[in-house]
């Protein structure tokens, strides 16, 4: 993959391009939905008969017999602790927000193999992406610095003599000419960035980052199902997703004295997408409560809108930044094409009576099969970057609820396995591009536990959840070619208290 990726630093590209972190916060599905299935670890999708499962196994849907109609609220505290070589930092935040507000309308038909066709819609909060991170520590010779002069070797310029430049026609990577407006170079002017012996012209004694992303990913699910004989029963949800997350980061190194340089970092993604779920549940046996359920999801197909500023404060004591329209080319922009992977869920279930019910579900997607949608060897060097760094997540769900006269206690567990493979990292094209961060995270496998309980009376019910997520991680300010710079370990914790209300008429 790097022979390319080098490759591509020598054309003269004028174009945008788009990095599979950007877009990675929104791959997969968070455990969101109403207080009952999130009680029950989202493990409802041979089950059924909940309004969540019009995102997992629309054939879900079939199973209800009465109109419903639902409103979640939930509360998020996020906390995370991260620790860099030997220092150790935490943040905590809390968000409120509505996940989940659907209906559904059944019609019952009588002498016919169709018992039941219903028709559901909904709303969804599919992630959740706000939330804060920082981390710290000594720099241990490590610096950005060196990635600004690995891409400005592989496209040399006269960084003196930068402002005189057109820097609407500028292909090369930005970071390179943002440390030239720093001062990142001498007195004299004759050595940029570092000395021939490579010592750093300014050298970090700390090196610090901070993060704040706002959004999320929103889905409106039009769901149709089909009960047939009560012993099978069908679905399909057309989704469309709504996409509106913002991200600012800062980056700073910091010298004996001061800070030597700034670099802050604004990022605004927008747009929409489109999928279809179909989905099944079997009832093999007559006397048997036993279901089985298989769902399948087709690609998302992304249409997407990336909006990114810069700027740099440096030692010279001046900020530069993209949106100074007498130097830059002022807040930019690109549009792109994402297609997400295909996901099938395989589920159980078993009823006891209306005294217990139990689930398990399997689920898996193929993240290395994300791909840009375009021509060029930049979009050609992107998906090989995702084929090379992402891999394939399995997700596992387990779900009970014990109800004595309409009041239930529920519990889940879920484990999903990590989306990116070991020694994944961000790479930097040397493209005009459209940010100029250079960090990533690296996520691991997630574990999640849930606990819940509710009543249901003849009318009205009403639900509430917790649900903890535990999820650790490596955190990289910057991936280095000729070092192997370490990684920050991150611990996250995310607490969330989800409340439903409810109408059954």
Known sequence: MKRILYFLFLLPL???????????????NDLVGTARFIGMGGSMSALGADLSTMGTN?????MYRSNDFSFTAALDVNSNKALYEGSKSSMVGANAYVGNTSFVISSEYEDSDLKFLNFGFGYRRKNNLSGAFDMYGASNSYSQQYVFENLYNSKPFDYL?????????????????????????DETGENFITYPDTALVWYPDELAFYEETRGGVHAIDFNLSANLNDRVYLGATMSVSVVDYNRYSEYREIGSNNDIYILENNQYLSGT??????????????????????ALHTPTWYSLNQR????????????????????????????????????????????????????????????????????GQLVKAQNEEIGCNMQAQHTVRVGAEVNISGFAVRAGYNYITAPFVQGAYKELYNAAVTETSTDYMNRFGKNVATLGFGYRGSLCYWDFAYKLDIQKSE???????????????????????????????
């Open 475 to 505: 955190f990289y300010p910057f991936y280095d070619y000729d070092f192997v710079n370490p990684g920050a370990a991150v611990r996250e914790m995310n607490h969330s208290i989800v409340a439903t209300v409810g109408l059954r008429l």
């Open 161 to 185: 003599n930068i402002k005189s430049s057109m820097y609407d026609t500028f292909s090369y990577s930005w970071l390179p000419l943002f440390a030239a407006d720093a001062g990142l170079y």
């Open 308 to 375: 990114s500023s810069a700027s740099i404060l440096g030692p010279s004591g001046i900020r530069y930044s993209t949106t100074d329209k007498e130097l830059y080319d002022g807040v930019l922009s690109v549009s792109s094409t994402l297609k997400t992977p295909w996901r099938v869920n395989a589920s159980m279930g078993y009823t006891f009576g209306t005294y217990l019910a139990l689930n398990a579900e399997y689920e898996y997607v193929n993240y290395a099969k994300n791909r840009f949608i375009g021509n």
């Open 14 to 28: 004028g174009m945008s391009a788009q990095n599979m972190y950007d877009v990675a916060p929104f791959f997969g």
């Open 273 to 294: 997408g489109f999928d279809i779920k179909l989905g099944a549940i079997f009832r093999p046996f007559k006397y048997s409560p036993f279901k089985v359920g298989l």
């Open 58 to 62: 629309p054939a879900g849907m079939a």
